[in-house]
């Protein structure tokens, strides 16, 4: 249902990203391509990380104090209107805003809140003209019923045979839910300088898809980036994983 005093055209563009297993850079994907989005349209842009307990952002970017997403997990569900997310946003100095998720494990309990979650990316798209919903990995329903929210789903994969094989369950179990396929898009990580690793016509073979962006090894932008709480995009804006940043936005990026 739409918030009050809403119409459908007045949604932001409400892009996903997610994968079939944790640890291949979903947060890091949703950040730097938020930015770039953002550097390029000049328009408001909100990203909200949604996995309490699971949270990295905070981390990465170096917020210690997290409560703004608690709080809306714990609010009686007819308090969340666009409003009261606004006021639980941060500020980014690159001028974008984060609703981020606690880190702290025991907050994953909060998954349970389903009518509060459900109320959130119901009122998250008219935040911004674009929205980006970072949702880690797998499918619970908190997922599910985001992904029927949105416009575009980016899958985050690694060149390996055992991912690729995971990423295949995942595509099928989006089309099972009803997300259409041309609305699915894929973005290939490389982390390690490899010989071992598929490449990724390999991957796009085995996947049945095409790639849509190959991001290339960067372990030491990564670490300098980790270091100093920055997004790799703006710590090292030249860089090669800037340029690739730069083509999947411009895929994203809504034509008038």
Not at 15 to 30: H, P
Not at 167 to 185: M, V
Not at 195 to 200: D, K
Not at 205 to 214: D, P, R, S
């Amino acid at each position: 249902t739409l918030p009050p005093s809403q119409t459908p055209s007045d949604r932001g563009h409400t892009l996903v990203v997610l994968a079939a297993k944790g640890g291949l850079g979903v947060s890091s994907v949703a950040t730097n391509l938020g930015i770039v989005i953002f550097r390029r349209t000049k328009s408001k842009l909100v990203i909200a990380e949604l996995r309490p307990g699971h949270g990295g952002i905070s981390i990465d970017l170096g917020y210690p104090d997290i409560d703004g997403y608690n709080r809306l997990l714990k609010n009686d569900p007819k308090d969340i209107t666009p409003q009261t997310i606004e006021m639980s946003l941060i500020n980014h100095t690159s001028g974008i805003q984060f609703l981020l998720a606690s880190p702290q494990p025991k907050d994953g309990i909060l998954l349970n809140a389903f009518r509060n979650f459900e109320a959130i990316i119901n009122n998250l798209p008219f935040l911004g003209q674009y929205i980006i919903l970072d949702l880690g990995s797998s499918l619970p329903p908190t997922t599910q019923a985001a992904i029927n929210q949105c416009d575009e789903v980016i899958v985050i994969l690694e060149p390996v045979p055992n991912n690729v094989r995971q990423t295949k369950k995942l595509i099928q179990d989006l089309l099972d839910i009803g997300t259409a396929e041309n609305r699915i898009r894929f973005a290939l990580i490389n982390r390690i300088r490899s010989s071992v690793q598929m490449n990724w016509t390999q991957v796009q073979e085995e996947l049945g898809y095409k790639i849509t962006t190959v991001f290339t090894p960067a372990p030491e932008l990564a670490y300098q980036s980790a270091a100093a709480n920055q997004p790799m995009v703006i710590q090292q804006p030249g860089s090669i994983t800037a340029q690739q940043f730069d083509k999947l936005a411009t895929l994203m990026i809504k034509q008038p």
